[in-house]
């Protein structure tokens, strides 16, 4: 079983950057897909992007072109690079491990932890 714990979080002014970073447990993380979601006040949770153990990416429209998410197996961290912040990507980010392809969707295997919090506000 994989356990995953969110950082990086923080405020930040709109145009700036931030790194998430999801840190893993468990010798097995490399064979996993793993997902960044985030759920804003009083919305649904929606995932950002998800790499898989390949190391295939994919995003969310709203964030293409501005995030990007990487993997070290070695060190058993998944991050998430956000340039170009808006406010609109204010939210609690989390992390999950699972199962994904392009016609299926992200399955998450784990628990949902605490996520970490994203602020972007002049």
């Known amino acids: 079983q994989v356990q995953l714990v969110e950082s990086g979080g923080g405020l930040v002014q709109p145009g700036g950057s931030l790194r998430l970073s999801c840190a893993a447990s468990g010798s097995i993380f490399s064979i996993y897909a793993v997902a960044w979601y985030r759920q804003a006040p009083g919305k649904q949770r929606e995932m950002v992007a998800v790499?898989?153990?390949?190391?295939?990416?994919n995003y969310a429209d709203s964030v293409k072109d501005r995030f990007t998410i990487s993997r070290d197996n070695a060190k058993n961290i998944v991050y998430l690079q956000m340039d170009s912040l808006k406010p609109e990507d204010t939210a609690v980010y989390y992390c999950?491990?699972?199962?994904?392809?392009?016609?299926?969707?992200?399955?998450?295997?784990?628990?949902w932890g605490q996520g970490t919090q994203v602020t972007v506000s002049s």
């Open positions: 790499v898989t153990s390949g190391g295939s990416t």
């Open positions: 999950n491990a699972g199962a994904y392809s392009d016609y299926t969707g992200f399955h998450a295997f784990g628990a």
